[in-house]
């Protein structure tokens, strides 16, 4: 079966450096998406990627190994607004996104 | 632009009540999807579409279908509602291929079934 593997929780300091993993097993694969979804909100696109490696936008960057089957999303510089859950993704063969259940960030001040 | 719409926003049905649901994309875009969200679980997907006038089962289409008769609309009907039916549903719209097609995704609708 398809499994995309996530902690259910993680708390973080505002100003501070986390970093949420995300394991996968799935049929194929064509990227790995991460999406960030604000309590009561939807998810909107963080970043992509297809290649091995990290890619960097701003305070964030998501790194891939396809061979390890791993992914991780590092956020910088923590501020308040943060708070959300992380939701990792994958493509597969079929290219219909597989979903985590998501990691809920707390920041502390 | 609005991006993606959903209609209504919280709904409360009965057992046994049926209810449609509606997305709207103004973004052109081929593809939508409609999810369901559930505590402590990763947005499954209902049903999809590749484009106007066809639909597709995704991973938990039971007790739901669904309708693309305009490009820009996807319907998805409960036609007898029923208490595991309670979710947030989301639609989302996207461009087909292969690279970086994101998803975009409407509000929500918060449905529970008494």
């Known amino acids: 079966g398809q499994n995309i593997d996530q902690p259910t929780e993680m708390t973080a300091t505002e100003g501070a450096i986390v970093q949420i993993n995300c394991t996968y097993q799935?049929?194929?694969?064509?990227?790995l998406f991460w999406y960030q979804q604000h309590a009561g909100e939807a998810p909107t696109f963080l970043s992509y990627n297809v290649l091995d490696g990290l890619e960097e936008k701003g305070r964030f960057s998501s790194f891939l190994s396809r061979s390890k089957g791993y992914s991780y999303l590092l956020l910088k510089e923590l501020q308040m607004k943060d708070s959300a859950s992380y939701l990792c993704a994958v493509l597969d063969s079929n290219y219909q996104l597989i979903w985590g259940a998501g990691t809920k960030l707390i920041i502390k001040p | 632009n609005a991006g993606v719409t959903q209609t209504p926003k919280f709904r409360v049905l009965k057992t046994g009540q049926s209810m449609t649901l509606l997305c709207a994309q103004d973004?052109?875009?081929?593809?939508m999807y409609w999810y369901r969200q559930d505590p402590g679980m990763g947005l499954r997907l209902i049903h999809y579409s590749v484009g106007e006038g066809t639909t597709a089962k995704g991973e938990v289409p039971d007790g739901y279908n669904v309708s693309r008769l305009k490009k820009q609309n996807f319907l998805l009907g409960l036609e007898s509602a029923a208490p595991s039916q309670t979710s947030v549903y989301f639609c989302a719209s996207s461009v087909p291929g292969e690279g970086p097609h994101e998803q975009f995704f409407g509000p929500g609708t918060r449905l529970t079934v008494l």
């Open positions: 973004m052109n875009h081929e593809y």
């Open positions: 799935t049929s194929g694969f064509n990227g």
